[in-house]
Every structure is written in C-alpha cells, then in structure tokens.
C-alpha cells in the first residue's frame, strides 16, 4: 500500500505538473492556478513543469533510451490533465510510473472524454483510437480526479477506481491580469446593444442551432440598434483546418443577413489575453445544444463575461443553471424552444438597455465572490491535505 507524504511546516508538497498542451483548457486548468500557486504560496508548495516526463522524442515519437525519470523520482504528486498531445497512451502511462515510483497522482479534465456525441469534431478519432476506453483506465486508476461541475462528476462516478477520491474543482480567472481590467469601450447610443460570442473549433453543432438568430433579432429592432461580434477566430498566416472550421462558422452564423453589416468577425488571442474581448460586449451568448458532452461544460463564461459585468445569455445546459437567474444575472434558454426564444430574450436586451446593466452588475457581484483565482487558488492546498490524509489512512 502506498504512504502518501503530508506536508509540514518544514517540508513543502512538491508538485509535478504534467500539461497536457498548451491550449485554454490546459491554461485554466492546470498552468495558471499552479503558477498562481507557487506565486501566493511558495511557502508550502514546490513545482516543477515537464509536459513530457516520459521522455519521447518529439520528432520521431520514440522512447528515449535510459530515461531516469528524475522529475516523478522527485515528485510528492504528479498533477496531470486532458489527453496528451503525445496519445492516449502516453497520458495513461504517466498514471502508471506515477504510481510504480509512489507518488500521489492527480488527473483532471474540463471536457467529457466518455460517450462523445455523433457530432463532435472528433468522434470518429475518440472511437478509432480507443480514448474513451483509456480515460475511463485514468479515472479508474488515479488518486484524485478533479473536473469542473457536478453533471460531469456524475458522468465520471461510474469509471472512479474503489476509494479513490473524485472533487468537483470551479475554473477561476487571475483577475490581476491587464486584460481582465481594461475600461469598457462606451456604445453608440442607449437603446445599442453588442452582442458578442466567444469560441473554439468545436461548436459547428451548436451555432446550427442557433443559426438566423441574429438575422431574425436584426429584423425586430433594427440592424442600426444591434451588434453581433464573434470571437476565436484563427489569427491571420493560419490556413490550417481551424480556419476551415471558421469559414462554415461564418455562413452558419449569418445565414439570413441582408443589407448593412453589422456584424465583426474577430481573431483569437492567449488565454492570457482574451480578456479584452468582454471591454466590447454588452451581452454574452452562449448558446449550446443539449447533449452529454455540453452538459458536463463549465461555467466559464460566467467568470468572463461577469467580471466586465455583462449578463450571460444562455442554454439551460451544463452548469450554467448554478449562477444565471432569469432576469437576475442574464437568462437561461431552454433548448428545447429553438431559435424563437433566443429572438425574443434578445430583442428584450435591445428594448431594455436598464435591465441589461442591472443583470450584469449581479453577475459581477457573483464573479467577483467565486472565481478570482487569487481568492481560491489556496482551496487547492486544503484538498490535497484533505484527501491525501484520506489516502494515508486507508493504507
């Protein structure tokens, strides 16, 4: 049986951390809040980055020969995430030389990687390459697996090893960051609003579903008295298939539109930097179609567009439920209603520019309590004592 190291007063938890990537999800999940870590309380933890501990040869994909090891020797827990960009395999082997040198083994995920629908981007690969199987090895054979909202913890329950411990772990945002304090740009006129859309490569489904909207909101008040601004474009140089992706987001996005544009189509920034996107909107969007995969999403939108006290407009899907109160902080949408609801609550929005501030200062009220990651970065510390001495006992 394992004995798991508590940490003292005199000795700090050394921490490896294992990013799966480079993306967002890895920058929330794991590269931020363990900076952040390090950064407040460096006085109890102690961190080393190895995004390939394994040692692969990057170019050619094999094992180098002789490896040591050295950085999971060191480690106390080896904190890793998602799916590496070197395989399935490679992620679940971390899992397992975790373990055979003793160390205490953290696996996280933002986004479902069981029973992905028909409709993702990726589902013909998940199925080919066996990844649902593997993350269902991971869950089943980590320490501690950490996700994002309670929808998914109980999408992953059924894959947990007996005893391990499963924790429901909030994204927060460093509002220290120059982009999350930027001043608000100021709107043409009172009844204007700017309707603005945040996204990656995975949301062909959902934006079908919400497609015409804009046209049909554009028709009731007026194309002079709205803006519709998306966001997450590839930047430009970028000919690869995201910006592929992108074109048919373009004609699902403006299917209808006529006659003056007002519409903004606009380029993806760093994690570290997309912040400035919210000093532009008035309200955010975040439409999703109901499915397993969108259920078991995170409310980050809410820790974004709150900060720049924006209400959030959105599907009644994942978590959102747990922080938008209709008319209170924005306004939840039943998926079943189709695109004639999405119209109305957002020609409200136009007719209602008061209702729009006071919702969005309600929102900023909860983003400012919940997900300032220099307020709750140090929970992190507690749950590692919390489950490790857990894991000491049982042993």
């Not at 997309?274 to 909107?281: D, K, P, V």
Request: charged share 30%.
């Amino acid at each position: 049986m394992l004995s798991y190291f508590i940490m003292t007063e005199e000795k700090k938890l050394k921490i490896l951390c294992v990013p799966a990537n480079e993306g967002g999800c890895s920058y929330y999940r794991i590269i931020c809040p363990m900076k952040k870590l390090q950064e407040l309380h460096g006085d109890k933890v102690e961190i080393k980055w190895d995004k390939n501990p394994l040692g692969i040869d990057e170019k050619t994909g094999k094992w180098e020969e002789n490896w040591e090891f050295e950085n999971m020797k060191w480690a106390d827990i080896v904190f890793t995430q998602n799916l590496s960009n070197f395989g399935g395999p490679y992620t679940a082997r971390i899992v397992g030389k975790a373990k055979e040198f003793g160390c205490f083994v953290h696996y996280d995920t933002e986004v479902l990687l069981t029973n992905i629908y028909e409709g993702h981007r990726l589902y013909d690969v998940y199925k080919e390459k066996g990844l649902e199987e593997i993350a269902s090895f991971i869950y089943n054979n980590a320490d501690l697996v950490t996700v994002t909202q309670r929808k998914f913890a109980e999408r992953v329950v059924p894959h947990m090893g007996k005893g391990n411990a499963l924790a429901i772990v909030k994204n927060t945002i460093d509002y220290n960051l120059p982009c999350w304090n930027m001043p608000k740009t100021k709107v043409k006129k009172k009844n204007y609003v700017r309707f603005g859309w945040v996204g990656g490569i995975h949301h062909e489904q959902d934006l079908r579903y919400f497609s015409g909207v804009p046209h049909l909101v554009n028709q009731r008040v007026g194309r002079e008295n709205c803006q519709w601004d998306f966001y997450g474009h590839p930047p430009p140089g970028n000919t690869d298939w995201q910006t592929d992706v992108w074109k048919k987001y373009q004609s699902i996005i403006l299917r209808g539109f006529k006659g003056g544009k007002n519409w903004n189509i606009h380029h993806a920034l760093q994690p570290d930097r997309y912040g400035q996107f919210y000093a532009n909107m008035d309200v955010a969007l975040a439409p999703l179609e109901m499915n397993d995969f969108n259920d078991s999403k995170s409310e980050i939108k809410v820790a974004e567009c709150g900060r720049y006290k924006i209400p959030l407009i959105a599907s009644n899907v994942g978590c959102y439920d747990e922080w938008i109160k209709d008319g209170e902080t924005g306004f939840l949408i039943d998926p079943k209603k189709g695109i004639s609801e999405w119209v109305r609550i957002l020609t409200l929005c136009v007719k209602k520019p008061d209702l729009v501030k006071r919702m969005g200062e309600n929102l900023h009220q909860l983003t400012e309590e919940n997900f300032d990651m220099n307020k709750k970065v140090k929970d992190r510390i507690t749950l590692y004592e919390e489950v490790m001495k857990n894991e000491s006992k049982d042993s």
